[in-house]
């Protein structure tokens, strides 16, 4: 299949707002594929290749001097062939490699299949093909049914391979896919609540309030002495945390998969900032190395050749506590709407970011985000200013819609004094009239144009809602934005009046 069918597929399914029109596109698509394109393809419409990292970022897609063809000529299996070679490229050399690679895939793709393939890189697609919609879609284009091609994604945490045997296996080969310790499973998700009280509102019964640490997802399989640890996008990093692998060998269970959080503490007990764990996820420096890890698990999805995952969360929890003992995250179940404020209380008192609520008659619906698991968590609002916006894609093209954003730094500490600092971009909770005024309000303010924005004089001021900041070498501030979305313009505030890098910064020291 030409990589062109994807594009052309991912614009229609980005200029509908229809579920139903973005699943008969996208079924449609899949059917065309032979076996070997399904799972590259997969990988493409989520903006997740299946070659993982690929060592380039915007700089480098954005920097490329290159004319692009005129006719479609790339088909799937020649760009994952290439980006196989950019993910291989390792040592001495490799920087060249890359660009050398960088410049012939642009050189053989048209100017609107390399805007596709750059987004797919950065992994900022956004053409509204999420995960569900596309499980659906599979479904569809192979006629089998939706909860059974559902399952098998779930617990195989394998879109691609599903996919693949959805469209060319059997219905049988489908349905036998189950719970394999030692094969990362897709995790339950969660949604958010305004407080505790809300929470159990919701739920409408008894639920287990649980601490929700500022650390990293883990999943943590174990048979025998062999020991398995994923992250929340099922990627393998046993080699990187020993200490994880022995805190699980210790444990009085022989086979298990355990889902739960990993964070480093500091010298007095509280937590240390989010990217000082995730820096262990990464390439092992020194500090990376000195950063000891210490796991705490919230569910356990098999034990002992019970498979649980279909089991109640009452019944997982009291297993759980049997299975890992002091490693059990900090709980208490109620239906006491204050005795649950205090221990959101508690929480947060103790440095972590708040609590998740969850239902005690709720199955593990693996991959999935619903009602029975909420997160309650304080927001963090700041006054920033914009310093560019990017062009949209699919339903926002001819918008400006993703914004650059800016703090003040009055001291001069990353530049001019008194000028600003990049911290983040965020194109969440635009809603349509935002974006048709910005559309028109930032050209009046243009200093210059680049490939893929329109940069503004900093005036003006937006309120950003944020789940805090992390530290950052891609700004020279030092820190980035986490979960950034936009609450509303500010044409109140000056843009000397906008929160400064400083405020920001302090953040990383809690």
């Given at each position: 299949m030409?990589?062109?069918?994807?594009?052309?597929a991912?614009g229609?399914?980005a200029?509908?707002?229809s579920?139903?029109?973005?699943i008969?596109?996208?079924?449609?698509?899949?059917?065309?594929?032979?076996p070997?394109?399904?799972a590259?393809a997969?990988g493409?419409l989520?903006?997740?290749?299946?070659?993982?990292?690929?060592?380039v970022?915007?700089?480098?897609l954005t920097g490329?001097d290159?004319?692009?063809?005129d006719t479609p000529t790339?088909t799937?299996?020649?760009v994952d062939?290439?980006?196989?070679?950019?993910a291989?490229a390792?040592g001495?050399?490799?920087?060249?490699a890359?660009r050398?690679?960088?410049d012939?895939l642009a050189?053989?793709a048209?100017?609107?299949?390399w805007?596709f393939?750059a987004?797919?890189?950065?992994?900022?697609?956004?053409?509204?093909?999420?995960?569900g919609v596309l499980l659906?879609?599979?479904?569809?284009g192979?006629?089998?049914?939706?909860?059974?091609?559902r399952?098998?994604?779930?617990?195989?945490?394998?879109?691609?391979?599903?996919?693949?045997?959805?469209?060319t296996?059997?219905?049988?080969?489908?349905s036998a896919v189950?719970?394999q310790?030692?094969r990362?499973?897709l995790p339950m998700?969660?949604?958010?609540?305004?407080s505790?009280?809300e929470?159990l509102?919701?739920?409408?019964?008894?639920?287990s309030?649980?601490?929700?640490l500022?650390?990293?997802?883990?999943?943590?399989?174990?048979d025998?002495?062999?020991?398995?640890?994923?992250?929340?996008s099922?990627?393998?990093i046993?080699?990187?945390?020993?200490?994880?692998?022995?805190?699980?060998?210790?444990l009085?269970?022989?086979?298990?998969?355990?889902?739960?959080?990993t964070?480093?503490l500091?010298?007095?007990?509280?937590p240390?900032?989010?990217?000082?764990?995730?820096?262990?996820?990464?390439?092992?420096?020194?500090d990376?190395?000195?950063t000891?890890?210490?796991p705490?698990?919230?569910?356990?999805?098999?034990?002992?050749?019970?498979?649980?995952?279909d089991?109640?969360?009452?019944?997982r929890?009291?297993?759980l506590?049997r299975?890992?003992?002091?490693?059990r995250m900090p709980?208490?179940?109620?239906?006491?709407?204050v005795?649950?404020e205090?221990?959101?209380r508690?929480?947060l008192?103790?440095?972590?970011?708040?609590?998740m609520v969850?239902?005690?008659?709720a199955?593990?619906?693996a991959?999935r985000?619903?009602?029975?698991?909420?997160?309650?968590?304080p927001?963090?609002?700041y006054?920033l200013v914009v310093?560019?916006v990017?062009?949209?894609?699919?339903?926002?093209?001819g918008l400006?819609?993703?914004l650059?954003?800016?703090?003040?730094?009055?001291?001069?500490?990353?530049?001019?004094?008194?000028?600003?600092?990049?911290?983040?971009?965020t194109f969440?909770?635009?809603?349509?009239?935002?974006l048709r005024?910005?559309?028109?309000?930032?050209?009046?303010?243009?200093?210059?144009?680049?490939?893929y924005?329109?940069?503004?004089?900093?005036?003006?001021?937006?309120?950003?809602a944020i789940d805090?900041?992390?530290r950052?070498t891609?700004?020279?501030?030092g820190v980035?934005l986490r979960?950034?979305r936009v609450?509303?313009?500010?044409?109140?505030?000056?843009p000397?009046?906008?929160?400064t890098?400083e405020?920001?910064?302090?953040?990383?020291?809690?």
């Amino acid at each position: 299949m030409l990589l062109n069918e994807l594009v052309t597929a991912t614009g229609e399914v980005a200029s509908t707002s229809s579920r139903l029109a973005k699943i008969a596109v996208l079924a449609t698509l899949l059917r065309g594929l032979q076996p070997d394109e399904v799972a590259p393809a997969i990988g493409f419409l989520t903006a997740n290749p299946r070659q993982g990292r690929l060592g380039v970022g915007w700089r480098s897609l954005t920097g490329l001097d290159v004319v692009h063809a005129d006719t479609p000529t790339l088909t799937v299996l020649d760009v994952d062939a290439s980006l196989s070679r950019l993910a291989g490229a390792d040592g001495a050399g490799s920087v060249l490699a890359r660009r050398g690679e960088l410049d012939a895939l642009a050189s053989a793709a048209t100017a609107d299949e390399w805007d596709f393939l750059a987004r797919v890189m950065i992994g900022e697609l956004r053409t509204g093909a999420l995960e569900g919609v596309l499980l659906d879609a599979i479904a569809k284009g192979s006629e089998r049914e939706a909860p059974v091609v559902r399952r098998a994604a779930m617990l195989s945490g394998d879109l691609g391979a599903t996919a693949r045997i959805a469209l060319t296996g059997d219905a049988d080969e489908l349905s036998a896919v189950g719970l394999q310790v030692g094969r990362g499973v897709l995790p339950m998700l969660a949604a958010t609540a305004g407080s505790t009280s809300e929470a159990l509102e919701t739920l409408g019964a008894a639920a287990s309030v649980e601490y929700k640490l500022d650390g990293a997802r883990i999943q943590v399989h174990r048979d025998g002495d062999d020991v398995r640890v994923f992250t929340r996008s099922l990627a393998d990093i046993t080699h990187r945390v020993p200490e994880l692998v022995e805190a699980v060998r210790a444990l009085p269970a022989e086979r298990v998969i355990l889902d739960g959080e990993t964070l480093s503490l500091d010298e007095d007990g509280g937590p240390r900032p989010f990217q000082d764990t995730m820096s262990r996820f990464g390439s092992m420096g020194d500090d990376a190395a000195a950063t000891v890890l210490r796991p705490w698990f919230f569910d356990i999805l098999h034990l002992d050749g019970r498979d649980l995952i279909d089991e109640p969360l009452a019944t997982r929890l009291e297993l759980l506590d049997r299975a890992v003992g002091d490693a059990r995250m900090p709980s208490v179940v109620t239906d006491d709407p204050v005795k649950a404020e205090e221990f959101s209380r508690q929480a947060l008192a103790a440095g972590h970011e708040g609590v998740m609520v969850k239902a005690l008659d709720a199955p593990y619906a693996a991959g999935r985000r619903g009602k029975s698991w909420l997160k309650v968590k304080p927001v963090l609002t700041y006054d920033l200013v914009v310093l560019a916006v990017e062009w949209g894609s699919g339903r926002r093209t001819g918008l400006l819609s993703n914004l650059h954003l800016g703090a003040r730094d009055p001291e001069g500490m990353f530049g001019e004094p008194g000028g600003f600092v990049m911290v983040g971009k965020t194109f969440k909770g635009l809603t349509d009239a935002t974006l048709r005024w910005q559309s028109e309000h930032f050209p009046t303010i243009e200093t210059h144009r680049s490939a893929y924005a329109v940069h503004v004089r900093p005036e003006t001021v937006v309120e950003i809602a944020i789940d805090g900041v992390q530290r950052s070498t891609r700004y020279p501030g030092g820190v980035a934005l986490r979960f950034a979305r936009v609450k509303g313009y500010r044409p109140d505030k000056r843009p000397d009046e906008a929160d400064t890098i400083e405020s920001l910064r302090a953040l990383l020291r809690g």
